[in-house]
């Protein structure tokens, strides 16, 4: 009996078990028999293992099988994407969607990732900006602080945002997790190397504080000249087209801050808010479901509220 090990597909298979009717001498035995030691080489006897092997039906078997494997294209983006990326929902919609598949593993060289918990803050208005953020999944609400414990919440942050953008080395807002938040935290010297090699890059973060400057100026507009069902309907259709960019629909649109944040970003009281809402559900706008998500019954209707066209 003879035993061969042989490789299909780059894996260690099993050793298959050669039987024959008569005792047959060792591979090594049978080349040199008729050759001298020192003239066969390695692959003369992997060959006559192959042809061994190939005697048998079951080995047979195996050898098409391998060739099949080797046969086989290679899937290429499993290979270039870095673990990190691989899943990461946020790939195609935030900074990262600036880099090729091919050039993330210099992104994600630099990149921690980590889960911020619930009520948890990763930025902390005052403390030194060391660090960018891009959240990956969750959502985060963007706050300021006055001394004497009052607050304002400017904005909230889901998947995709990039966080932590500052004229100065100070942090001029502080960010909190809504619910588990995960997210890739980036070392600012570090990621200016990374810029000066991707130019494309730099562009996007251009276009992030670009985009930054129009929600501020859309933010005064809501709180200065709209009224309250307005304010509710700009912020829900702003929230649902962010929510139809990850892939979500429109009905059984999730708002996971509170009432009382969501007043407080409105420039509402929560009452207030109650009331918009109900307002918004009796004009067949949308609809509030039993677990508390809302459907947008008529985006079209919604838009033009919130344009103040209605």
Not at 48 to 68: N, P, W
Not at 74 to 102: F, K, M, T, V, Y
Not at 111 to 140: K, L, W
Request: hydrophobic content about 40%; charged content about 25%.
């Amino acid at each position: 009996m003879n035993r061969a090990l042989i490789e299909i597909n780059r894996k260690p298979c099993k050793i298959l078990e050669l039987k024959d009717k008569a005792p047959r001498a060792s591979p090594v035995a049978q080349l040199t028999a008729h050759s001298r030691p020192e003239s066969y080489e390695l692959r003369d006897l992997v060959a006559l293992h192959y042809k061994m092997i190939a005697e048998t039906s079951e080995g047979r078997e195996m050898l098409e099988q391998r060739d099949r494997a080797l046969r086989s294209p290679i899937n290429l983006s499993e290979a270039i994407i870095p673990g990190l990326c691989a899943g990461c929902e946020a790939r195609h919609i935030g900074l990262c969607d600036a880099l090729a598949d091919e050039d993330l593993h210099f992104l994600a060289s630099v990149a921690r990732q980590s889960t911020v918990s619930r009520g948890q803050s990763f930025a902390v208005e005052g403390d030194s900006a060391r660090y960018f953020f891009n959240i990956n999944h969750g959502t985060a609400k963007l706050h300021k602080d006055l001394p004497d414990g009052r607050r304002q919440i400017t904005g909230f942050v889901g998947a995709g945002d990039f966080v932590g953008l500052a004229a100065d080395d100070r942090y001029t807002f502080s960010a909190e997790a809504i619910d588990d938040v995960r997210l890739c935290r980036f070392d600012r010297v570090e990621m200016r190397n990374v810029f000066s090699r991707f130019p494309a890059l730099e562009r996007r973060l251009l276009d992030v504080a670009s985009h930054e400057l129009i929600v501020a100026q859309e933010q005064m507009l809501l709180l200065g000249r709209k009224s309250a069902i307005e304010r509710l309907a700009s912020f829900i259709d702003s929230w649902s087209r962010r929510a139809m960019m990850c892939g979500a629909p429109r009905a059984g649109l999730r708002l996971p801050m509170t009432r009382t944040d969501l007043a407080d970003y409105l420039g509402l009281t929560i009452e207030t808010v109650s009331r918009a809402l109900t307002a918004l559900r009796k004009q067949g706008v949308i609809d509030v479901t039993p677990d508390h998500n809302i459907s947008v019954a008529r985006p079209q209707a919604l838009a033009e509220i919130a344009r103040a066209g209605a």
